[in-house]
């Protein structure tokens, strides 16, 4: 069993940055896709950005050029760095862990973006 432990969230205004972390339990990273979602009131669970064992990355749209997700396998972290932050960006975030045919999830950080 995998665990996942997310930190970083708090209160942001409009503009600012935040820099999540997730803690995985064991080594897990050079062979799981590393990702984070995110889940605003009343949507669904969406995906922000992954970052594959071998180092690809992919991004929602909504959060291309402001976000970034990167990885040290060494320390079996993971980070997503959100600049430009928006009130469109508010939602609980989750760190993902997943290969065929396994998914953990962290316990989720909330984000609120606002003045």
């Known amino acids: 069993q995998v665990q996942l432990v997310e930190s970083g969230g708090g209160l942001v205004q409009p503009g600012g940055s935040l820099r999540l972390s997730c803690a995985a339990s064991?080594?897990?990273?050079?062979?799981?896709?590393m990702g984070w979602y995110r889940q605003a009131p009343g949507k669904e669970r969406e995906l922000v950005a992954t970052n594959t064992g071998g180092g690809s990355t992919a991004y929602a749209d909504s959060v291309k050029g402001r976000f970034t997700i990167s990885r040290d396998n060494a320390k079996n972290m993971v980070y997503l760095q959100m600049n430009s932050l928006k009130p469109e960006d508010t939602a609980v975030y989750y760190c993902?862990?997943?290969?065929?045919?396994?998914?953990?999830w962290g316990q989720g950080t909330q984000v609120t973006v606002s003045s």
């Open positions: 993902n862990a997943a290969r065929w045919p396994f998914n953990y």
């Open positions: 064991r080594t897990i990273f050079s062979a799981y896709t």
